[in-house]
């Protein structure tokens, strides 16, 4: 069974400072990875869709990369602003290509 | 943009009772899921659904039945409430390539008292 891993679970960082997430999963054989963002008591945004077949994604100050053979993949943050405060998510879509599977989050503080 | 819509953003429940959980999405996506969080154990996939009367077991099914009686609506059905289904319960939706990603609803706040 797929295994998402993400580290760290939490991380404070002062604004202005650019920031990697990373996220890890145990079998390489993916359709695509997706990141998404949670804040307090509400549901998921989705952020970036990777392609199993592409290197990396952008949307504005936030680029994930994705290194299939190594089983990683990683959201980088520009500039970092307080309203990045969230928990962010990595989920892979694996062996059954109907569902993700999800990592447990990195909680992000960004102090102003 | 898709939406997903849950009905209820709060919900305080006895013990016992049945609830139904409700989730529409608007653009004719086969795929629907339902997913419970809680802190230190990330998202649970319930069950799933890729067509209208079709459904799957998800990784935690017990406790749970699920309805999907039209292409927009999954409806969760917790048959007698129990504390333990105190959570936080997201719907998602997505199409079937396996190309696509999800969109999730708002999330639905279940406390079971």
């Known amino acids: 069974k797929q295994e998402v891993t993400q580290i760290p679970a939490a991380l404070s960082v002062p604004e202005g400072e650019n920031l990697v997430l990373n996220c890890s999963f145990t079998?390489?054989?993916?359709?695509?990875l997706q990141w998404f963002r949670q804040d307090p008591g509400k549901g998921l945004t989705s952020l970036l869709l990777?392609?199993?077949?592409?290197r990396e994604q952008t949307s504005g100050r936030l680029n994930a990369s994705l290194d299939k053979s190594s089983g990683r993949s990683t959201l980088y943050i520009a500039a970092s602003q307080p309203g990045d405060s969230a928990t962010y998510l990595c989920a892979v879509k694996g062996d059954n290509f109907n569902k993700f599977y999800f990592g447990s989050g990195t909680k992000l503080n960004v102090k102003p | 943009d898709v939406k997903v819509t849950q009905s209820s953003r709060y919900l305080v429940k006895r013990t016992g009772e049945k609830v139904f959980l409700e989730c529409v999405q608007d653009m004719d996506h086969e795929n629907m899921f339902w997913y419970r969080q809680d802190p230190g154990l990330g998202l649970r996939l319930i069950y799933f659904s890729y067509d209208v009367k079709m459904k799957e077991k998800g990784d935690i099914p017990e406790g749970y039945s699920v309805s999907r009686e039209k292409k927009e609506r999954f409806s969760l059905i917790l048959e007698s409430a129990s504390t333990n289904q105190t959570s936080m319960y997201l719907c998602?939706?997505?199409?079937?390539?396996?190309?696509?990603?999800?969109?999730f609803g708002s999330g639905t706040r279940l406390t079971v008292v």
């Open positions: 998602a939706s997505s199409l079937p390539p396996a190309n696509y990603g999800y969109t």
């Open positions: 079998d390489s054989a993916i359709y695509n």
């Open positions: 990777i392609q199993s077949s592409q």
